[in-house]
């Protein structure tokens, strides 16, 4: 069964599918400044919400809702900088908008590591005689990008596409806002939709579904065989505190990494085009995940190996912010971006909720390890994104579609 944690991080990617699809539509029906104000309300909200639970059930709960802002956010905040940035440095903007992202991860990293008991870290309890728990004071911290809401507010402005989209949507039918209908009636739209939900699966399953299970990997590799019951109490300690501090700074290095990586992906598809550049990526990242994971047996391989897989896997996330924003039109786009990135955590989700399964499968057929070797079947997904690229318009050097 999985453990509580994973169930936690499933909830919050549920959340940020369904969150994602609904305020994907709204984007495009309300504009993307208001849409982006809610969605960031709605994360900070149920965000220290969490700091505030009082069983594992509404902490759940929450982690879904918080999750449904996240998602909400990402589509509005693409779509906003991919039309009101100049042609000529778009894609570099969006790239550096994504890789912000992994920043806001080793940030929260730094603070978990200060304020978090790593035995409690997703174990909810009552607020103790000590005061507030370190867990709860990171949820609580990370209510405060609710503060951004009235900056942006009063300083962005919805862009000429949209204004434009919308005065069209009022004096034609056929070209309303957010229009689901529209996305899959039209061969052209359906096709990019499908595209893009395929491109998503295999990066947000290579990363979610396995690249992330690097602290995981690092406790087997690290475990000596038989467990720690069987060491003396001072060895058990030294075996253990080692392998805190390597989960600690080998995800510190895999964002390091996977922030570069997302940096990279626009100047190298601005050289080579987006189709190849995915492709690339796709490839490495499955050679990547089955080398580590196969071969990953110690602190210092987890230190070179783990950022250089980061660079990758993560790169694709990149790539989706700078792809999507430019394979629909404008009075779909909030809407497709959206749809295509967040029916992907629906995948994503239940790949974390049937890890153990998995294992037992690859278990059963005495294979090897079933850690690893789940992990590399898993990681075969990246083929799916490799495959789809076929039907993937290349947008190179193109502006943003109009219709």
């Known amino acids: 069964m999985a453990s509580r944690s994973t169930y936690a991080t499933a909830a919050m990617m549920i959340g940020w599918a369904v969150g994602g699809l609904f305020f994907g539509v709204v984007g495009d ?4 400044v208001k849409t982006l104000s809610a969605s960031i309300l709605v994360y900070s909200l149920f965000t220290g919400l969490c700091g505030l639970a009082l069983s594992w059930w509404d902490f759940c ?28 440095s778009r894609s570099t903007c969006l790239g550096l908008f994504s890789a912000l992202s992994v920043l806001g991860n080793m940030i929260g990293l730094a603070i978990g590591s200060q304020v978090f008991d790593p035995n409690r870290a997703y174990w909810v309890g009552t607020i103790g005689e000590q005061g507030v728990s370190g867990w709860r004071l990171a949820f609580f911290v990370g209510a405060l990008p609710a503060l951004l809401i009235v900056v942006v507010l009063q300083t962005l402005r919805e862009s000429q596409q949209w204004q434009q989209a919308r005065k069209t949507a009022s004096e034609n039918l056929e070209r309303q806002l957010g229009d689901l209908r529209s996305m899959f009636g039209d061969r052209r739209w359906r096709t990019n ?30 475990t000596p065989p038989g467990g720690l019951e069987r060491l003396s109490e001072a060895e058990a300690g030294r075996i253990q505190q080692e392998i805190t501090n390597v989960k600690f700074y080998g995800s510190l290095f895999q964002d390091m ?9 626009a100047p190298i598809s601005n050289r080579i085009g987006r189709r190849r550049t995915f492709a690339g990526a796709f490839i490495i990242s499955f050679v990547l995940v089955a080398y580590v994971f196969l071969t990953l047996d110690s602190a210092q391989k987890a230190y070179v190996m783990l950022p ?25 786009r909030s809407t497709g971006t959206a749809f295509g990135y967040n029916v992907a955590r629906l ?14 499968a690859v278990e059963a057929m005495d294979i090897g390890d079933p850690f690893r070797v789940g992990a590399v079947i898993i990681s075969g997904i990246y083929f799916l994104g490799l495959f789809i690229l076929i039907w993937a318009p290349e947008t190179r050097g193109k502006p943003l579609m109009e219709d």
């Open 29 to 32: 029906r309300w504009g993307r």
């Open 61 to 88: 709960l929450y982690r879904f809702l918080m999750g449904c802002g996240i998602g909400g956010a990402f589509a509005a905040a693409a779509t906003l900088v991919a039309e009101t940035m100049p042609e000529h």
């Open 193 to 222: 939709t499908i595209v893009a939900v395929c491109m998503a699966t295999a990066g947000i399953v290579g990363v979610w579904g396995v690249a992330f299970w690097s602290p995981e990997l690092i406790n087997h590799a690290l």
């Open 257 to 265: 990494g996977g922030f570069l990586g997302i940096a990279m992906f």
């Open 308 to 332: 250089v897989m980061g660079f990758f896997n993560l790169s694709v996330m990149g790539g989706f912010v700078v792809y999507f924003p430019e394979i629909f039109p404008t009075r779909l």
């Open 347 to 360: 995948s994503a989700a239940a790949v974390m909720l049937l890890s153990n399964q998995i294992r037992a």
